[in-house]
């Protein structure tokens, strides 16, 4: 059985520090893809990693892949407020499907 | 990024009774989903349709759920005899013909069963 596992599940940061988020997952996949979720509002696509090695950096954020070791980053770097969302990993499982983690909860306090 | 867009946006209904969700496509992409996330949780898969024809759908997806593009456009998720437990927002999603794209999320239908 296919096994996306993100965590933290709950995050809670100051401003201006920088943390982590991670995903992991239990199939072969050389795609995957990083969603932001507001509250209350759909799933907006931030990131898509197409290959082993994949780094991708829009503003404060920055995504990577590591298909050796079923393994992406989300890093946060000087967390601001409007941060302050749910984080889902999502992995491409072939026939264009992909599967979603459960969501990594951040909150980005003043 | 393209837009996708779903109707309606909120729907209150009795158990047991039929919703029918809709979903308008993107006019070049062929690759169509529907997921649904009940509050606060995981986004699941429910299905995945390509060509007219389901490609892949989960455990979820039981004799209650139907997907068709009655018209060639509209894509819907039908629900034939709602529970309690169907209660959620439900996304479609699609993706272009590239197959290195990411899937586009609509707006969602909140599902309130009564």
């Known amino acids: 059985e296919l096994k996306v596992e993100q965590n933290p599940l709950f995050l809670s940061m100051q401003e201006g520090k920088n943390y982590t988020i991670y995903c992991n997952y239990s199939t072969t996949s050389d795609r995957l893809y990083w969603y932001r979720q507001d509250p209350g509002k759909s799933l907006e696509s931030l990131f898509v990693?197409?290959?082993?090695?994949a780094v991708k950096q829009e503003g404060r954020l920055m995504a990577s892949l590591d298909t050796k070791a079923r393994l992406s980053t989300l890093h946060i770097t000087a967390a601001v407020h409007d941060l302050s969302a749910t984080y889902f990993c999502?992995?491409?499982?072939?026939?264009?499907?992909?599967?979603f983690g459960a969501g990594t909860r951040l909150t980005v306090k003043p | 990024e393209p837009e996708v867009t779903q109707t309606p946006s909120h729907q209150v209904t009795q158990m047991g009774q039929e919703v029918i969700l809709r979903c308008v496509p993107i006019s070049n992409h062929l690759y169509f989903y529907w997921y649904r996330q009940i509050l606060g949780q995981k986004v699941e898969f429910l299905v995945s349709?390509?060509?007219?024809?389901?490609?892949?759908k989960s455990e979820i997806f039981d004799d209650q759920f139907s997907v068709e593009r009655p018209d060639g456009s509209n894509f819907t998720l039908k629900i034939r005899s709602t529970k309690l437990e169907d209660s959620a927002m439900y996304f479609c999603a699609h993706k272009g013909p590239g197959g290195r794209e990411t899937q586009y999320f609509g707006p969602g239908t909140r599902l309130l069963v009564l």
């Open positions: 990693l197409l290959s082993n090695g």
């Open positions: 999502a992995v491409d499982i072939g026939d264009n499907d992909m599967r």
């Open positions: 349709f390509y060509n007219n024809e389901i490609s892949e």
